[in-house]
């Protein structure tokens, strides 16, 4: 991959590729060369041989320098992964989510260094949800690292706007709005307003709800040039990418 940005744009493209990829990897790859990113983070990965191969392949691409959460010792476990053709340093912190693998931070270091997150928010029904939301709150309320970019399967929504019929409840709400009011801002309302998109459709009732989303804090935001929702041309998995440009 070549390592000039894009007339200066860095893109970056989030991906939940489901269930690890499995035989629909190697589609994936290609899926992903023809974005040409520079930066990736996928949801759903996993430690299993398909989920290995796609990040061989990402790597072939140029994205060689990779973090993931993904476990050999739990290898169907749906983790994440962050590549990029930049060198990554793996942040932790005590305040950080207490959820195995769905939480990863990396630092970028581009020519314009960033922050690149990744998580993927429990269902409700887990229980879990909740706390993981508090986790993320404590994290970014206390951000002191510069530029960042967080993207994530987040599971939630507005209630009214990012879904067909009504799943999304006040904790959403709130968990959303505290994040705004934080400085972390929904990059695909600030480009497109009040636009009714989704990234993924219930199986049944195929009922549509935007809950694939990237967050850009005030140090990050005037370098935001676009973000848009992508199924791919052959549409390898249930989710819709998110592909963001940024100044590079």
């Avoid at 950080?96 to 581009?110: N, Y």
């Avoid at 904790?171 to 009040?194: C, I, K, M, P």
Wanted: charged share 25%; glycine share 10%.
């Amino acid at each position: 991959m070549n390592r000039l940005l894009h007339n200066g744009v860095m893109r970056i493209v989030f991906w939940n590729i489901r269930a690890g990829g499995g035989a629909r990897a190697g589609k994936i790859a290609r899926q992903i060369q023809g974005w040409a990113p520079d930066a990736v983070a996928l949801c759903e990965f996993r430690a299993t041989p398909p989920s290995r191969a796609l990040a061989g392949a990402l790597a072939a691409l140029g994205l060689a320098h990779q973090c993931t959460t993904a476990d050999r010792g739990e290898p169907s476990a749906n983790r994440l992964l962050v590549a990029s053709r930049w060198p990554l340093r793996r942040l932790r912190s005590r305040a950080e989510p207490d959820e195995p693998g769905r939480w990863l931070l990396a630092a970028v270091e581009a020519p314009r260094p960033l922050v690149l997150g990744a998580m993927h928010v429990p269902n409700r029904v887990t229980g879990r949800k909740y706390a993981f939301y508090e986790g993320v709150l404590t994290l970014l309320g206390r951000w002191r690292r510069g530029p960042a970019l967080l993207l994530g399967d987040t599971n939630s929504g507005l209630p009214g706007l990012d879904e067909e019929t009504p799943v999304f409840g006040p904790r959403e709400e709130a968990w959303l709005t505290t994040l705004e009011r934080s400085g972390w801002r929904d990059a695909f309302r600030l480009v497109r307003g009040t636009a009714r998109e989704y990234t993924w459709y219930s199986p049944n009732g195929r009922n549509g709800f935007r809950i694939d989303q990237a967050f850009v804090n005030q140090a990050l935001r005037p370098r935001l040039r676009g973000v848009r929702h992508d199924w791919g041309r052959r549409a390898p998995s249930d989710h819709a990418a998110l592909v963001l440009e940024l100044d590079g």
